[in-house]
């Protein structure tokens, strides 16, 4: 096996032209600032609007991307839909593009499923893939699936298939679960990713490997400073530093306010649209989030071409 | 504008083969079946796992309905996808198939989501399928889809495509809100479908053109005939005996409990099996099932081969 992707990784945001369309070019161009700054792609994550893209429209733009020179050992996209035939399709097209691995919601239109039934859903996308470099990371993400991921599963899909099942994205927002799953399967080689840097210290201090976050679409060169720092003397100013940031955008909706930030530094105004059932920021929404970034001497260099 | 579907609807359970993949010979045979007792043909409700099944099986097995001679005027398919190119995609099919009607999920991944911007994803369906004949059927289901439809984004709506909102199915299981949706919009003609029998009675004699509900897949005859009977003096007295059926199904899990019904009184165990993630019932479940209904003196005339 070669080894796994670690770090920081952004769930990238997506760009759509005026008809909605994903526009790749544009993706790549911003996948490729993100790799400059030293963070990897989950690309079709939340903050991508991943599940407002029909499965066509995202193996396009993974091809874009691999057809533009990203390097798909630094991608996990999210492959994980409410279909099972869409996560075995997704999933396969990922893994034979050479992504380093997938990140994987669970199906997500029922609520109150078993985990047997959540068992059954990663054992057959495993089965069908049906291929040894398959590395899925399980996506807990309560607040928006209200399909949770439970230490049991973890537990139970790790015995079955050791060699796919690689980690997890803990984005339950709540640390004692985070916690709980480091110190149950993080020595195992079971790699944990909180959603947002700002358990990035804690979790890497507690046997994580990084952190998949939001706020590293725009924030990306300080959240990869701190995970190279993180045993130096400055990281819990690193860390401080990184919340300021996070919890700006925290005010404001933050796909909106992500996309915002990036039409903004990028001057390409174009960046601000969002595919319905999501919304821009009002324009008192934009001025404000400017403003409070402005307040912090945040900037994205590098970002304007 | 040729007459609306009206009635009672079933959202007809999808049969998968061993393999998990749909099976479009009895699919068609148990909408034949529900037609024959005069329940007209909800598909790809929640009940029939549709979000559990891709866009293009769904649409393969809509074809396979119309080639199987079951009629088109006689179905409402549900297509609101979490992808607006997806509810795109699979609302222009039914409706290039002759479907009454389209019974349509708002897009349910984010919750917490605006009515802006479900109007907007309404809107922007209608004005690419573009077609005078579509006619949706809004899906208010919140214990599912955790995202309502408000009597606001109804009344917008129904404002600016008054000849393409034909109605709503209003699975919420509060009969406040059905009776405040049939208060509002009934006699403007938006056609209001509880999505249980269980309120048949009670939104008929308040404005309600039938209902849309998950043990019409079991007890189609009864239901249609409450329909037929809710002007005479017996229809309390067959709404409690609804009731009866309905109560026994909702001790057990939904979904593997009216496919369990179906594959025991069809004889063809296959009938049992559900995509993950959800799973059938256990031995124990299914006997308690069984039993309770035989204390009814419940059956499916007709369903075996």
């Given at each position: 096996m070669t080894e796994r992707i670690k770090g920081v990784l952004s769930p990238v945001v997506t760009p759509f032209n005026a008809d909605y369309s994903p526009d790749t070019v544009r993706f790549a161009r911003q996948c490729k600032w993100l790799l400059a700054n030293d963070v990897g792609l989950a690309v079709f994550g939340t903050n991508s609007e991943a599940n407002s893209i029909s499965v066509d429209e995202r193996m396009k733009l993974l091809d874009g991307l691999v057809e533009a020179g990203v390097d798909p050992k630094r991608m996990?996209?999210?492959?994980?839909?409410?279909?099972?035939?869409?996560?075995?399709?997704?999933?396969?097209?990922?893994?034979?593009?050479?992504?380093?691995?997938?990140?994987?919601?669970?199906?997500?239109?029922?609520?109150?499923?078993?985990?047997?039934?959540?068992?059954?859903?990663?054992?057959?996308?495993?089965?069908?893939v049906a291929d040894p470099r398959l590395q899925i990371y399980l996506y807990h993400i309560p607040p928006v699936s209200q399909v949770p991921i439970t230490l049991k599963l973890i537990e139970r899909l790790l015995k079955a298939y050791p060699k796919n099942v690689a980690g997890i994205k803990?984005?339950?927002?709540?640390?004692?679960?985070?916690?709980?799953?480091?110190?149950?399967?993080?020595?195992?080689?079971?790699?944990?990713y909180p959603g947002s840097e700002t358990f990035l210290l804690a979790a890497l201090r507690n046997g994580g490997v990084g952190c998949i976050s939001a706020t590293a679409n725009v924030n990306p060169a300080a959240i990869a400073n701190l995970y190279k720092k993180w045993q130096t003397p400055e990281a819990d100013d690193l860390q401080k530093q990184l919340d300021a940031v996070r919890s700006t955008f925290a005010k404001y909706p933050m796909i909106p306010a992500l996309k915002q930030a990036v039409a903004h530094w990028s001057g390409d105004a174009g960046w601000a649209k969002l595919r319905p059932p999501l919304v821009e920021l009002t324009q008192e929404q934009t001025q404000g989030l400017l403003n409070d970034l402005e307040a912090l001497r945040f900037d994205m260099p590098g970002l304007k071409n």
């Open positions: 996990m996209p999210g492959t994980g839909c409410s279909a099972i035939t869409d996560s075995v399709r997704l999933t396969a097209h990922a893994v034979k593009l050479g992504a380093a691995g997938v990140l994987m919601l669970p199906p997500f239109y029922y609520k109150g499923v078993s985990d047997e039934g959540l068992f059954r859903n990663y054992a057959e996308i495993i089965e069908r803990d984005s339950s927002g709540d640390w004692s679960n985070t916690k709980a799953v480091l110190d149950n399967f993080a020595k195992e080689g079971f790699d944990v």
